[in-house]
C-alpha cells in the first residue's frame, strides 16, 4: 500500500535527472578546465632550484657576522671600563689637589688670630677673670661688687653684637675690632670685663663663620670620597690656623654627612636644623649623650643653637 502512497515518486525522480542533463559534465569540466594548475605549481617550485641554498649559503657565507656585531657592542663598556679603573688608581688625586690649596685662603686668618691684639687682650682678660665671675641660682652675674641679670646680659651683648655688624668690615680681624670698640663703649670696666667673658665664645663662632665657607668650597664636592682622609687633611689644615688649645677645645666639627640639631636633648624633640659633614660648632654644654652647639648660619647670618648627638661630633685634635 505504501508504494501506492506517491506514485508519481519514481516520475519525479527521472524527471529531475532531466531537468539539468548537462550537471555532470559541468562537473567534468570544471575538474579539467585548467590542466596546467598542478603543472604550473610544480614549475614554480622548479624555476629557482636553488633559491633555498643561496639563503642558507647567505647565512653560512659569514659564520663570524654575528660574532663580529657582539664583539663591537662589547668594545664600548670594556672601554668605559678601562676609563673607570684608570681614574680608580688614584682616586684621591683630585681631593688631594684641592686640599693642597686650602692653606692658602687660610693665610689670612691664620694671621688674624696669630697677631689680633684685640684678640689676645680679650683672651688674657677671660683668662684672668673667669675664675672669679659667678652666676647664683636667680641667674645674676656678679664680678667683685658688680651685679647683672644673665637676661640683661643677653641683650647687652646682643646689641654690642647689633652695632658692630653695622660697622663696616672687610676682615676677620676688623670683625673682631668692631666688637671689642663696642664692649669697651661701656663706661664701666667691670661691665666690659663680664661681656668679654660673655662674648669671647661668640668670638670663637665668629672665626668658625669665616672657617666654614673657605672648608665648604672645597669639601662639598668631595662628600662621596674618602672622608677618613678628608678629616685628616681638614683637622691639620685647621690646625695650621689655629694654634690655641683653648679655642680649638671649643670648637668641632660635624663627622656625619647629616646631622640632626634638636631643641632639646632628645630623640623625640623638635628638629631645628640640619648640619652637614665638616661644619664648625661652638660647644656649650654635654649632657650624657647630647651636646648643646651654637653655630653660624650661612644663610641667614644667624647663630642658632641647638642640641645634637655628641658621637658625630669630631676634636680637631
Known amino acids: 500500500m505504501s508504494r501506492f502512497k506517491d506514485p508519481l515518486k519514481d516520475i519525479r525522480a527521472s524527471l529531475a535527472l532531466m531537468s539539468d542533463p548537462l550537471k555532470e559534465h559541468r562537473e567534468m569540466m570544471a575538474s579539467i578546465s585548467d590542466p596546467m594548475k598542478n603543472l604550473r605549481a610544480s614549475m614554480a617550485l622548479m624555476s629557482d632550484p636553488l633559491k633555498e641554498h643561496r639563503e642558507m649559503m647567505a647565512s653560512i657565507s659569514d659564520p663570524m657576522k654575528d660574532f663580529r656585531a657582539s664583539i663591537s657592542l662589547m668594545s664600548y663598556p670594556m672601554k668605559e671600563h678601562r676609563e673607570m679603573m684608570a681614574s680608580f688608581t688614584n682616586p684621591m688625586k683630585d681631593l688631594l689637589a684641592s686640599l693642597a690649596l686650602m692653606p692658602y685662603p687660610f693665610t689670612d686668618i691664620q694671621k688674624t688670630i696669630a697677631n689680633s691684639v684685640s684678640l689676645k687682650s680679650i683672651r688674657d682678660i677671660v683668662f684672668e677673670v673667669q675664675q672669679e665671675i659667678e652666676v647664683d641660682s636667680k641667674g645674676v652675674v656678679s664680678l667683685a661688687t658688680k651685679r647683672i641679670a644673665a637676661a640683661e646680659l643677653q641683650e647687652l651683648s646682643d646689641e654690642i653684637f647689633h652695632n658692630s655688624s653695622l660697622e663696616k668690615s672687610n676682615s676677620l680681624e676688623e670683625s673682631i675690632n668692631n666688637l671689642i670698640n663696642e664692649i669697651r663703649s661701656q663706661k664701666d670696666p667691670l661691665t666690659q670685663r663680664i661681656l668679654i667673658c660673655f662674648v669671647y665664645p661668640l668670638i670663637i663662632i665668629v672665626i668658625a663663620s669665616f672657617i666654614n665657607p673657605i672648608v665648604d668650597h672645597h669639601v662639598k664636592s668631595y662628600l662621596n670620597s674618602d672622608k677618613r682622609m678628608l678629616a685628616k687633611e681638614l ?43 665638616s661644619s664648625t660648632v661652638f660647644v656649650i654644654e654635654k649632657q650624657k649623650s647630647w651636646t648643646l652647639i651654637e653655630w653660624n648660619d650661612p644663610e641667614t647670618d644667624a647663630q642658632i643653637t641647638g642640641w645634637v648627638f655628641s658621637r658625630y661630633l669630631a676634636k680637631f685634635r
Do not use: C, Q
Open 235 to 277: 683637622k691639620a689644615n685647621v690646625n695650621s690656623v689655629i694654634d690655641n688649645n683653648d679655642v680649638l677645645s671649643s670648637l668641632r666639627y660635624i663627622s656625619a654627612d647629616t646631622l640632626n640639631v634638636r631643641a632639646s636633648g632628645s630623640v623625640k624633640s623638635e628638629t631645628i636644623g640640619y648640619l652637614r659633614f
